[in-house]
């Protein structure tokens, strides 16, 4: 059964930092953190190559924003510094093991796997 379980989300004031982890239950091709606030679309956040470990940020969390994995430990983590209000979120893990599948990596409808979301909330 596939997996992923997301944790380290919180409250914070504006400023602050986070670390998100996504505890995955194999290894997959690519993986990514999503974010989705209500009345919004899902938005990609950053997504990662796990072989290449090519990365991609969204504009808006560019400097901010670090995505990193641990592959011995089947971890995907989101540094997040500078956090501001408008960070403030449901954060999910996303994550695929095909190569290719019609879809940017930016689309959501690129992964088939998803966790059940972390929230973050930014106080200004």
């Known amino acids: 059964q596939v997996q992923l379980v997301e944790s380290g989300g919180g409250s914070v004031q504006a400023g602050g930092s986070l670390r998100l982890s996504c505890e995955a239950s194999r290894y997959f091709y690519v993986m990514a953190w999503f974010r989705q606030s209500p009345g919004k679309e899902r938005e990609v956040v950053a997504s990662?190559?796990?072989?290449?470990?090519?990365?991609y940020y969204t504009d808006s969390v560019k400097g901010r924003f670090t995505i990193s994995q641990d592959n011995i430990k089947k971890m995907l983590y989101l540094q997040m510094d500078g956090l501001k209000p408008e960070d403030t979120a449901m954060y999910y893990c996303a994550a695929d093991l095909r190569s290719t599948a019609g879809y940017g990596r930016s689309d959501p409808r690129r992964y088939l796997y998803w966790g059940q979301g972390t929230q973050v909330t930014v106080s200004s």
């Open positions: 990662l190559y796990t072989q290449s470990s090519n990365t």
